[in-house]
C-alpha cells in the first residue's frame, strides 16, 4: 500500500477567505479497513493519504478526500453509523466520471455488483448505481448531454 503526502496530491488552488468550507471529506462506513482501501485504490483509482488507527483518508480528486472508518459503537462518536447503516446503504454519494462507459465495464470485469445503465437517451446523462465491499451505494453520472 503505497502512502502519499496530501502535498503530493493536491494542485496549488486559492481559495476566498469568504468561504467557511475548504474541503469536505465523506465518511464511509466499513468492515475491514484494509481491503477497503485496496478497492477504492483498485476500482475509484483513490491515492491512500495518511491512514490511522480504523481509519484511512483516500484522495478521490484533488479537492475531495473519502474517509473510510470502522464504525463505532457509541452514539457520541463521529465514527458511529448507527445500528442498521448495512442494512440501508447511502444513496445519494454521486460521482461525475470522466467516462461513464468505461467506469461501467471495468467495475463489471473486476466483479463489483454494478445496476443496469440508465439515461442513455436522456439530456440529464447516463447514470447507473454500484457497491463496494460493504454493500455502501454510489451513483456514478456522466454529466449533462449537451442535444443543442
Known amino acids: 500500500m503505497e502512502v502519499y ?4 496530491l493536491t494542485n496549488a488552488v486559492t481559495i476566498s477567505s469568504n468561504f467557511v ?3 469536505m471529506s465523506i465518511g464511509i462506513p466499513v468492515t475491514d479497513l484494509q481491503k477497503s482501501v485496496e478497492w477504492y485504490e483498485k476500482n475509484l483509482g483513490c491515492k491512500l493519504i495518511a ?6 483518508d483516500l484522495q478521490l480528486t484533488p479537492q475531495q478526500i473519502i474517509t473510510l472508518f470502522i464504525p463505532d459503537d457509541e452514539q457520541d462518536s463521529c ?3 448507527g445500528n442498521n447503516y448495512q442494512e ?3 444513496y445519494s454519494i454521486t460521482m461525475l466520471v470522466q467516462d461513464i ?11 463489483v455488483k454494478v445496476g443496469d445503465m440508465l439515461g442513455q437517451n436522456s439530456s440529464c446523462g447516463k447514470t447507473f448505481l454500484f457497491n463496494d ?3 455502501n451505494r454510489f451513483q456514478a453520472w456522466g454529466g449533462y448531454v449537451n442535444k443543442g
Not at 491512514?51 to 484511512?56: E, L
Request: charged content about 25%; glycine content about 10%; aromatic content about 10%.
Open 5 to 8: 503526502e496530501m502535498s503530493e
Open 133 to 135: 465491499l460493504d454493500g
Open 79 to 81: 465514527w458511529f453509523a
Open 51 to 56: 491512514p490511522i488507527s480504523g481509519v484511512a
Open 21 to 23: 468550507v475548504k474541503e
Open 101 to 111: 462507459d468505461k467506469l461501467f465495464s471495468d467495475l463489471i470485469e473486476a466483479g
Open 88 to 90: 440501508n446503504p447511502h
